[in-house]
């Protein structure tokens, strides 16, 4: 029996298969054009401009700006890997928590708990896996840390104040300058300068009162991390962008002004006239070497009594730490100036009266 051959023809490279020619006919018929393409209803460019926003999750048309669709996966990977910023050839794989910038060491630690009670196989589990994987260096890091959290909430400080102390505690603990040094009256150091580079005002008294330490103590402390620090010159500042070299700082009058105002219950108008006459005494030198606190007290004092919400010396002496006679001595001189300090739009505007002022 013999077969008429029919060639067909197709190019080098390509399948053929041979189907009768039913089974063609009716896939032809069925078939689909999976080639879709997504345009801009408005531009309707070929091909489309789009632009894919994965940070909103929109995809844009590029030429117009109109949104085409939204809620758009990202598809792009989760980090980017720079072979020589790479240190060690650490992965920056989604792997773990949040590095932590106050310790050392990968902290990829694996915990294992006691296991069931009565049982003492997962207690010396936890015991030989402490010895073999914890890092000591972190364990007196965490328990210097936990201590300055407990001495910064006392005084219900911000939480830049306690990051900040505790840089400052990880950069000198080790410095030989401290050898000898109480590991309190570092902490209560750290916190110190912490609150000045914050521009969180506290005296070496209320920091005192923190601890055990006695103040000549901490003074002299405070002045060798100080030291450190300058020549250091690093960073001592852990909120983002406000990071600066360490500069020396003083505490000035007007950082505890508002403080002692809100203590004595005095309205704003007070502590704003009293930061005032702070600037003016420390610009005209009336109140040149006395303590800031002396010259804050002062300054309420005169401020308060300018406004008709006049206290006592007493009263303003224990909420700033000081005695009544060294307030009185300060205020002597400030009322002798009291035409150099007290600005005329308070007196034209009858906000204040200097009939109110006490007696020197």
């Not at 995809?59 to 792009?76: A, F």
């Not at 912490?194 to 920091?207: L, P, W, Y």
Request: glycine share 8%; with cysteine; proline share 4%.
């Amino acid at each position: 029996m013999a077969f008429a051959s029919t060639a067909l023809p197709f190019a080098t490279g390509s399948a053929f298969s041979q189907q009768p020619a039913a089974i063609v006919n009716v896939q032809s018929e069925f078939q689909r054009n999976l080639n879709v393409h997504l345009i801009c209803p408005d531009c309707k460019e070929i091909p489309p401009n789009l632009v894919e926003n994965f940070s909103d999750g929109d995809m844009v048309c590029g030429s117009c700006g109109l949104v085409l669709g939204d809620r758009i996966i990202d598809t792009r990977s989760e980090w980017r890997t720079f072979a020589n910023d790479d240190q060690g050839n650490d992965d920056p794989s989604r792997v773990g928590e949040a590095l932590n910038p106050l310790l050392d060491g990968n902290q990829l630690d694996t915990m294992i708990s006691y296991g069931a009670p009565g049982s003492n196989i997962g207690r010396e589990l936890n015991r030989a896996q402490n010895k073999a994987v914890h890092d000591k260096k972190d364990n007196e890091l965490q328990a210097a840390y936990a201590k300055i959290s407990q001495m910064c909430e006392r005084y219900s400080l911000p939480r830049v104040v306690q990051d900040t102390a505790k840089d400052i505690y990880k950069k000198v603990k080790d410095n030989r300058k401290l050898k000898g040094k109480s590991q309190e009256s570092i902490e209560a150091a750290a916190i110190f300068i912490a609150c000045r580079q914050s521009g969180v005002g506290r005296t070496f008294k209320e920091i005192c009162l923190l601890t055990s330490v006695p103040k000549k103590e901490i003074g002299k402390v405070f002045k060798i991390i100080d030291g450190i620090l300058l020549e250091l010159g690093a960073p001592t500042n852990l909120a983002g962008p406000g990071d600066r070299e360490y500069q020396a700082m003083s505490t000035n009058a007007e950082d505890l002004l508002n403080r002692f105002c809100s203590h004595l219950g005095l309205s704003s108008q007070v502590a704003s006239g009293a930061q005032y006459i702070a600037r003016r005494a420390a610009k005209e030198g009336i109140l040149a070497g006395r303590s800031p606190i002396s010259i804050a007290a002062a300054t309420i004092y005169m401020a308060a009594g300018l406004f008709g919400e006049g206290r006592s010396a007493s009263k303003i002496a224990e909420r700033a730490g000081v005695s009544d006679g060294t307030i009185k001595t300060s205020y002597k001189f400030l009322w002798e100036a009291r035409e150099k300090l007290v600005d005329p739009q308070w007196i034209e505007s009858k906000k204040a009266s200097m009939s109110g002022l006490p007696k020197a």
